[in-house]
């Protein structure tokens, strides 16, 4: 038996080479599919079984099970037209033939007489949506009892089951191409932010020169007010940067740098951050209670940042008219961190999230910030080895808490 082929450039789009050689690759990566057409020859005694992808201008093999010489491989085609596949996708039925020679409807056939064959099974391999595949088929020279019903069931279950395949395939391919994408546009999107802070450095320090130069004008009240704005405002555009680049590296693969020294004024190098947040908040009731005794080895500028993103938050969102809280001391070889506020409490269902990364709450007032302050916090506590820990509550406020190992 020689099959007829099929030279013909087809023009749809489902017929391009492409999308062939996609949907064969797919019945290729189905483990099962080799030891299903086995079964299917075992069981009917035919010697030619197929799963082929069937569409009104094609016919491609895209599995194949050949002991009578057939000659297809997958990838290999037939003129659709001179296939009973074409038939039976038409009608969405199967079409079975146990001898061709004396049925009544494909005695005088085309396709027995053109391929010479005798048994003829073609059952529909259609997807849960409809959308037509192809179709399970076998074929053998000699005649075949496969309109046996029990034949039949097998053929359809078999079918039913590529095509559930297929379907798994085509979801987890798109699954990841949309999270290769996904990791393409983060990336460059991490990477440009890393490279817009590093050049907001240089403008930023000349608005930073600029407000010193004000504030020295003491005899004229009105410019050292604004060139004090001014700093601030630059002190706080500062931090942002730095909550920029530090998430870039964490994400670009560098991670949370840390150079950890030990430290003998720690607890005056806290102060110095509560004391700024004041100076920035002259409105607000900020508290300390700094107990540190002895010398810590952390990061020192890492363990300041922590604490001023802390604090930037509790003022951010803490009640106008509640103290914010800052404590620090050590149990055993643990530096205990907390900064609490007054104010709404975080809802339940945000509690879990309020470490991701650029994720702010419904309620934020716009120009809040870019939501990087407590995912830089979580980054810094991690690097330490640390834990950091948040409750919320009406009665007892909003209270973070970073454990840090200091040994």
Known sequence: MTPAPNPATPASPADSAEAIARDVSAVGRISAVPSLLKIICQNTGMGFAAIARVTDGTWTACAVEDTIQFGLQPGGQLKVETTLCKESRAARLPVVIDHAGTDPVYRDHHTPQLYNIQSYISVPIIYTNGDYFGNLCAIDPRPANVSDPRTVAMFTAFADLIARQLENEDRQERAEVALQSERATAELREQFIAVLGHDLRNPLSAVGATAELLIRRQA?????????????????????????????????????????????????????????????????????????????????????????????????????????????????????????????????DDLPRIFQPYWRPANSKPGGGLGLGLYICSEIVAAHGGTLEVTSSAAEGTRFVATLPIG
């Open 220 to 348: 004229e009240p009105d410019l050292v007010k604004l060139g004090t704005r001014l700093k601030s405002s630059t002190r706080r555009m500062s931090g942002l940067i730095d909550d920029v680049l530090d998430f870039a590296r964490a994400r670009l693969g560098s991670g949370m740098g840390l150079a950890i020294r030990e430290a003998d004024f720690l607890t005056s190098a806290l102060k110095e951050v509560v004391d700024e947040a004041r100076a920035s908040n002259p409105q607000l009731d900020i508290r300390d209670e700094l107990s540190i005794n002895r010398v810590v080895r952390c990061d020192q500028p890492r363990i300041q940042q922590l604490l001023s993103n802390l604090i930037g938050n509790a003022v951010t969102h803490g009640g106008p008219n509640d103290p914010v809280v800052v404590r620090a001391t050590l149990e055993d070889d643990r530096l205990v961190l907390s900064v609490s506020n007054g104010g709404e409490p975080i809802p339940p």
